[in-house]
């Protein structure tokens, strides 16, 4: 038998930018990994972690 639970949250308006931030963060990371990928191939995850290293300057 599986279980599943819902979880409903009301993050009040300061948390609720926060999540925000963290989302668009996230989606430009996938979005520009995305776009390496289709433009030169395959990249391994090793070089993409080293590579947002060095983004991390340029997009703080």
């Known amino acids: 038998?599986?279980?599943?639970?819902k979880?409903?949250?009301y993050p009040n308006d300061t948390q609720?930018?926060?999540i925000h931030k963290i989302?668009?963060?996230y989606r430009f990371?996938?979005?520009y990994f995305l776009d390496k990928?289709?433009?030169y191939g395959?990249?391994?995850a090793f070089d993409m972690c080293n590579?947002?290293?060095?983004?991390?300057?340029?997009?703080p």
Request: aromatic share 24%.
């Open 37 to 39: 990928c289709r433009s």
């Open 16 to 18: 609720k930018m926060l």
């Open 23 to 25: 989302f668009g963060c």
């Open 29 to 31: 990371v996938y979005n």
């Open 42 to 44: 395959y990249i391994k």
């Open 1 to 5: 038998m599986y279980k599943a639970y």
């Open 51 to 59: 590579e947002l290293k060095e983004m991390y300057a340029d997009y």
């Open 7 to 9: 979880f409903r949250l």
